[in-house]
């Protein structure tokens, strides 16, 4: 039983242009939400979050969607870079201190 | 200012054998993870340890033990080793409460089981 989905595994986008990765939960009770990247051979590191008691969360070239009616988020990379190639997961909390990830998104940005 | 380190980055062991991953954290921080990692699941919690002292049981805890040494290190123990439990494992603390609510990690121990 997934509580978090994302759905696409894989994604290629040219270099410049807008990066959406998107994440489905099912658990109601989730309240907040982050994005980690991943590259190879390495731990995941932070990206960005939001809370369920906004929308929209911005920061630099990132910003994170939350529709809490579709139970849906999503976060969009704009310009989107090389170096942003990586695996992304989403992630959600319901209980303090304790996070349900993703599956996973590969994100391919080519020149 | 290391982070979250890990120890050994790589092991291969064998069906039956044990060993420990070991664990450490700079940042004072209360909470300890361990998690693991396999193609097309995620990232899956075993134990956690939300204070110097406790510990609890994740999504899939079985196979492991964990002991919370102190507030800095927190090691994770596979006392008879499986092929199943050949995968990528994560280490991660966090300061949930404080400033930041995201959880930061190491830099994994690859494990292979024969």
């Known amino acids: 039983d997934q509580q978090v989905k994302q759905n696409s595994p894989s994604l290629s986008v040219q270099e410049g242009r807008i990066s959406i990765l998107n994440c489905d939960y099912t658990n109601s009770m989730f309240d907040y939400f982050l994005w980690y990247k991943k590259y190879p051979a390495e731990g995941p590191t932070f990206l960005i979050s939001i809370s369920s008691i906004k929308d929209k969360n911005e920061d630099g070239r990132f910003t994170v969607f939350l529709n809490k009616s579709a139970k849906h988020l999503s976060l969009h990379i704009v310009p989107s870079q090389p170096g942003d190639s990586a695996v992304y997961f989403c992630?959600?909390?319901?209980?303090?201190?304790?996070?349900?990830f993703g599956t996973g998104t590969r994100l391919q940005v080519f020149p | 200012n290391a982070g979250v380190t890990q120890t050994p980055k790589f092991q291969v062991l064998k069906t039956g054998q044990s060993m420990t991953l070991q664990c450490a954290q700079d940042?004072?921080?209360?909470?300890m993870y361990w998690y693991r990692q396999d193609p097309g699941m995620g990232l899956r919690l075993i134990y956690y340890s939300a204070s110097e002292g406790t510990t609890d049981k994740g999504e899939v805890p079985n196979g492991y033990n964990v002991s919370r040494l102190n507030k800095r290190e927190f090691s994770l123990r596979l006392e008879s080793a499986a092929p199943s439990q050949t995968s990528v494992y994560f280490c991660a603390s966090s300061d949930w409460g404080g400033t930041l609510n995201e959880q930061f990690f190491g830099p994994g121990t690859r494990l292979t089981v024969l």
């Open positions: 992630a959600a909390s319901a209980v303090v201190d304790k996070l349900i």
């Open positions: 940042m004072n921080h209360n909470s």
